[in-house]
């Protein structure tokens, strides 16, 4: 090795720019992409020219009144349903949380029957409940005081579906509360029993509210899927969407233009549904970015992390207090 090459100076590296780099080609995405494209293409034209589907009819119904009439009760059913479900998922997951062993049994069971029973199955047996209950009795023990109702009027349509639903819908809430309740710091709990507050204001006062921007956002895909899952209430003559098309081909024979018109509603559905759902995610669901605004009420720990600390502090040098 001669002295020129030992003290020859270090090869400078010439950083990547626009007129130095060469874009890697990807035949194979374009293919598959062409290929995709081609057989939509192909669906969506078959579909259009298609001669046993009547264009003009889909436009009819879209807005024929018995439809719009099941769409507003598909929507009515899909809140209800989503709040009795949220219910009964807080009070659920209070009970599974709690000490109380019988409160955790009884929470498991519930959650355990309604999600291994199929929806379909529930909607059946409230709609028929009349079999078992012919009627609804409401009384004082051993008096004749009191109220009753016949089941086949209390039981129709709509309500055996908001109860199918909405009991449901709690099985599966009730893990979802549960989830974000546990997700909450467990010092906030300590520090509020430590100023005595007491369990029920715990819970309402500091867990819950932090918990609500873990919860919302999960709630919110349950009431996405409520949406389509509202087309069961079809068996039990809801007058929802899904009945109110299923009764008006029955007459008139048009199956497929009928089939079309609910599923455009649903989509339709769907995406003003989806849309509230990623506004609630951007305001409720995204811990990476600086909470500000109306955020904070539901994002803010109810005890601050110095507050925590000189709580602790305090109650370590203070002596305990002498029981009277």
Known sequence: MTQEQVAAPPRLVEQPGPGNTVRLRHPGRLIVALLCIAGISWFVWVLATNDHI????????????KILDGVLVTIQLSILATIMGLAIGVALAMMKLSANPVAVWISNLYIWFFRGTPVLVQLIFWFNLAFLFPQLVIKIPFTNIGYMWDTNVVM????????????NLGAYAAETVRAGIQAVDPGQAEAAASIGMTPFKRMWVVVLPQATRIIIPPIGNEFISMLKTTSLVYVVAGNDLM???????KQNGKIMELLIVASIWYMAMTVIATYFQGKLEKKFGTADRPITGKRQKFSKPFFSRDNLA???????????RSTP
Do not use: C, K
Not at 243 to 249: D, E, K, L
């Open 54 to 65: 009547i264009w003009g009819d889909v436009l009819h119904y879209l807005t024929f009144p």
């Open 243 to 249: 009945t109110n098309a299923s009764q008006i081909y």
């Open 156 to 167: 129709t349509g709509f309500t055996a579906a908001m109860l199918g639903l909405g009991l």
């Open 310 to 320: 000189a709580l602790g502090q305090r109650l370590r040098t203070e002596p305990p």
